[in-house]
Structures are given as structure tokens and as C-alpha cells.
């Protein structure tokens, strides 16, 4: 636990910092983290092949590029390069390379770099980009740190036990009401500080809260199934006490797209 806390003291202003400041402070960070994540995947599912790894960083970078039109359909592009380029490949080295690295670059990719490019997309939002950013943090954090607490003190149910037998649906809920209550209290926070924000916007935010920790939950709990398949304990060893990027990110992974599109419906309204 002590390691955990202090890893998070360190980390904390590496991340901070330039989520605050946005720009290209807050692309590199998360080009940064999807690298090492890239990295740790392929390494997980045993996938060896070096030209794979330099198309995901590649198409990557060329997603980030263009995402700062603000053009959604550039993320279907860079998923269809991706397919494309990785079965071109395949069939030049074919029968060198097996099918299933194809796939698992694939997966890589979808999984690690365009799910999370979604931070990108929500910092870089006109207007509330520097007020949704925060959200992304609250509730994943938040609903991780309120179910272990919840699950510790209270939890006697098992929510998954082949999956994850230390997570209790005591703990579940628990997130999920932390989560909505610090949300909530960033709406009221907004309140004061931001005056371009109306009452359904406050809803909406306070409900993602709930809805975002059941999202989250099912991130931590996809990256269990996948250490389970893959018989490892952790993804790296990059973070002391919190083990690698994906498992640090985990919950954020399905948590950034789902504010993203929320953001986007709500702001619409």
C-alpha cells in the first residue's frame, strides 16, 4: 500500500500538469503512455513482430495528427489503414508470420491507441475541454478507489471469482456511488467557476459519474480476463505497487470514449 501512495504522489504531477495545460503537452503524454501500453499488450500476447509495432506507432501518431481537425471519421481511417496494411503484411511474410499476430496487432491497436486517443479528443473539445478532462480522472479513479475501500471494510459477495476474487459486489456499488458523489461535487464546483454551463449539463455530468464507473469496472475486469488468458500477474512493472500503463489505465481505457460520446450528446442538448 505504502509503495501504491507513493507511486501515485510521483506520478501524479506527470500527469496533471499537462492535462492541465493541454496542446500538444497533453498529445505527447498520451502518445507516451500508448507506446509503453502498445509495448506491454504485444509483449502480454507474445507478439514479436517488430514491423506490427512500428505500424501501431505509426498510424498512431498519424491518428493524433489528424484528430485535431476534429473529424471523427479520421478514427474509422486509421482503423481500416490498420487492417489493410497489417494483411499486406501478412500475406508478403505469409507463412512466416501466423494469423494470430495479425490479429493481436489488431486488438492492440483498437484497444490501446484509439480508445485511448479519446483523452486527446476530450481535452481538445472547444470551450469545456479543460472542464471534462477532469471527469475522465474523477471517475475512474474515483470508482477505483471507492470500491477497494467499499469492497475492503464491507465487501462479503463475490462479483466475479474466476474472473477477479478479489473484487465483491459490495465493492461494486460502492464505486459506482463514489464515483456519482464526486462528480457531483464537480458540478457544484462548476457552478462557481464556469458560467457557459446550464442545468441539464450539470445532470448529465453528475449522471456520467454513475454510468461512467459501471464503465470503468468493466475495463479493470477486461484486463483481468486478459492477464487470466495470457497467465501474468501484470501488464509491466513501469509503475511500483501499480504494476504497467494498461494496468494502471485500465478502467480510463473504456472511460475516455464513453465521456467523450456522453460529453458530445449532453453538450448537443
Not at 56 to 65: D, E, S
Not at 161 to 174: D, Q
Not at 185 to 202: D, K
Request: aromatic letters at 14%; proline letters at 3%; charged letters at 10%.
Amino acid at each position: 500500500m505504502k509503495t501504491r501512495i507513493l507511486s501515485a504522489i510521483v506520478a501524479l504531477p506527470i500527469v496533471i500538469f499537462p492535462l492541465y495545460l493541454g496542446g500538444w503537452l497533453t498529445s505527447v503524454l498520451i502518445l507516451v503512455a500508448i507506446s509503453i501500453g502498445l509495448w506491454e499488450f504485444n509483449r502480454a500476447f507474445k507478439m514479436e513482430e517488430g514491423f506490427i509495432y512500428f505500424l501501431q506507432l505509426l498510424l498512431t501518431l498519424g491518428l493524433f495528427i489528424l484528430q485535431y481537425s476534429r473529424r471523427l471519421e479520421y478514427i474509422l481511417i486509421s482503423l481500416v489503414l490498420m487492417i489493410i496494411l497489417s494483411f499486406i503484411y501478412y500475406i508478403i511474410r505469409y507463412p512466416k508470420v501466423e494469423l494470430q499476430t495479425v490479429f493481436i496487432g489488431l486488438i492492440g491497436y483498437f484497444y490501446i491507441s484509439v480508445m485511448m486517443s479519446h483523452i486527446v479528443l476530450v481535452r481538445n473539445m472547444d470551450q469545456y475541454g479543460h472542464i471534462l478532462i477532469w471527469l475522465i480522472l474523477l471517475i475512474s479513479f474515483g470508482s477505483d478507489t471507492f470500491a477497494y475501500f467499499t469492497g475492503v471494510f464491507l465487501g462479503k459477495h463475490k462479483l466475479a471469482p474466476k474472473l477477479s476474487p478479489n473484487k465483491t459486489i459490495e465493492g461494486a456499488i460502492g464505486g459506482i456511488l463514489g464515483s456519482g458523489i464526486l462528480t457531483t461535487l464537480y458540478t457544484f464546483f462548476l457552478a462557481y467557476t464556469e458560467t457557459n454551463i446550464e442545468l441539464h449539463h450539470f445532470i448529465g455530468f453528475a449522471l456520467m459519474g454513475i454510468v461512467g464507473s459501471i464503465f470503468g469496472q468493466f475495463g479493470d475486469m477486461t484486463a483481468s480476463a486478459m492477464k487470466r488468458v495470457t497467465k501474468i500477474k501484470d501488464f509491466g512493472t513501469l509503475i511500483p505497487g501499480h504494476g504497467g500503463i494498461v494496468d494502471r489505465m485500465d478502467s480510463i481505457i473504456f472511460v475516455a470514449p464513453f465521456v467523450y460520446y456522453a460529453s458530445m450528446l449532453i453538450l448537443s442538448l
